[in-house]
């Protein structure tokens, strides 16, 4: 089965700060990137897909370099409530089969 | 209000006991998946089905068992041969691939979880 690989941190940063995830993904043909976001003891929730030219939500910036084969997320002017575990996620393209998660890298932002 | 409902939030059983764990959704989604996630761990697919009356193994199915006899439910009963059954069950719906036009993967959209604890 496909990898996805995260740093699993935990990364603790101060408000205001910017902070930047990497993951690496080994299937060359996939072709979906996604990231989500888990809070303890909670479901994972979709945070944004990642597009080919990059894309931007608010203060979440995504980016995708399909020659390294790594997505990233940067967030800006980091909140209290952004505190979670942000899980990389990539479909896995050998057919009709479903999405593959990394383990996730949590983040801890603090007052 | 669509959404996908996972019952109940929080199960405990006796060891040998099978147990069912509830999901349905009224997102009209094609595909359902079925993750444990243990403390500290990543999500691990048990099993998946793109369509009604068809599923797949994930990859770790033993001592698992699905059904998919309605589009809107995808039960996933523990049974007695699961070694290590405690743990925080998710199910997630999507719009499926198969006859699809789209060749890429769909976002998966999860329920609240059934924490299940074996004793």
């Known amino acids: 089965r496909k990898e996805v690989e995260q740093d699993p941190g935990p990364f603790n940063v101060p408000e205001g700060a910017t902070v930047a995830f990497n993951c690496t993904y080994s299937?060359?043909?996939?072709?979906?990137f996604f990231w989500y976001r888990q809070d303890c003891r909670k479901e994972p929730k979709l945070l944004m897909s990642?597009?080919?030219s990059g894309n931007e939500d608010g203060r979440f910036t995504a980016q995708l370099n399909r020659a390294s084969q790594y997505i990233s997320l940067l967030i800006r002017d980091s909140k209290l409530s952004d505190s979670a575990t942000y899980l990389c996620v990539v479909n896995d393209d050998s057919g009709n089969t479903p999405l593959v998660f990394g383990k996730g890298t949590r983040l801890s932002v603090i007052a | 209000d669509g959404g996908i409902t996972q019952s109940p939030k929080y199960l405990f059983r006796k060891e040998g006991q099978n147990v069912t764990l509830s999901c349905e959704q009224n997102l009209n989604h094609d595909a359902m998946y079925w993750y444990r996630q243990d403390p500290g761990q990543g999500l691990r697919l048990i099993y998946y089905?793109?369509?009604?009356?068809?599923?797949q193994k994930g990859d770790i199915a033993e001592g698992y068992s699905v059904s998919r006899e309605k589009k809107e439910s995808f039960p996933l009963t523990v049974t007695s041969a699961q070694k290590n059954p405690t743990a925080f069950y998710l199910c997630?719906?999507?719009?499926?691939?198969?006859?699809?036009?789209?060749?890429?993967?769909?976002?998966?959209?999860f329920g609240p979880g059934t924490r299940l604890t074996v004793t």
């Open positions: 990642v597009y080919s």
């Open positions: 997630a719906s999507s719009v499926s691939r198969v006859g699809a036009n789209r060749v890429h993967g769909y976002e998966q959209y």
């Open positions: 089905s793109q369509i009604v009356n068809d599923f």
């Open positions: 299937n060359s043909a996939s072709q979906s």
